[in-house]
């Protein structure tokens, strides 16, 4: 290897441990088809509370794997997913985003899912497991939306 690659990569090590280079940077090369794809191929599988396997996700633990797939890391919790990434209006959800709901009391941000188009979006339910569900849905995710990222 090249004493100049050799450099870059270890000068992008050592950024990316300052903090100066983070997660939201390698995002940008994620694909939001493949991203959709890899969400709607994990349809079935169960919930499982503080899951992150295709043996049973919970709701971060799912987004989290499906970025992984592109080589995006994210934080482990959507609340803390929730603090990455360039805010989506509502109008302007694209394939790929990543959209936020506030379920429960003890916290600003509560569940997460990938957009996948036409006001769906695909997350683990506690309820269904993996499923799709609309963004929009009046009885109960259109009430208890918080806002969308793009990664």
């Known amino acids: 290897m090249k004493r100049s690659k050799i450099l870059a990569a ?3 090590g050592m950024l990316a441990l ?5 997660t939201a940077d390698k995002a ?6 493949h991203i959709v794809s890899t969400a709607k191929s994990l349809i079935g599988v169960p919930y499982c509370w503080g899951g992150t396997t295709t ?4 709701c971060s633990g799912f987004v989290r794997y499906v970025f992984a797939k592109d080589e995006v890391s994210l934080p482990r919790t959507a609340y803390d997913m929730y603090q990455q990434g360039k805010p989506v209006s509502r109008s302007a959800l694209r394939r790929g985003d990543v959209v936020f709901f506030k379920t429960a009391s003890y916290a600003p941000v509560t569940h997460t899912g990938v957009y996948i188009g036409n006001g769906k979006f695909v997350h683990a339910s506690s309820s269904k497991g993996v499923s799709i569900s609309n963004v929009d849905d009046r009885y109960y995710w259109g009430q208890r939306y918080v806002g969308a990222k793009r990664l």
């Open 28 to 33: 940008s090369a994620a694909s939001p088809d």
């Open 18 to 22: 300052t903090g100066v280079v983070g």
């Open 55 to 58: 043996s049973g996700f919970d």
């Open 10 to 12: 270890a000068l992008t």
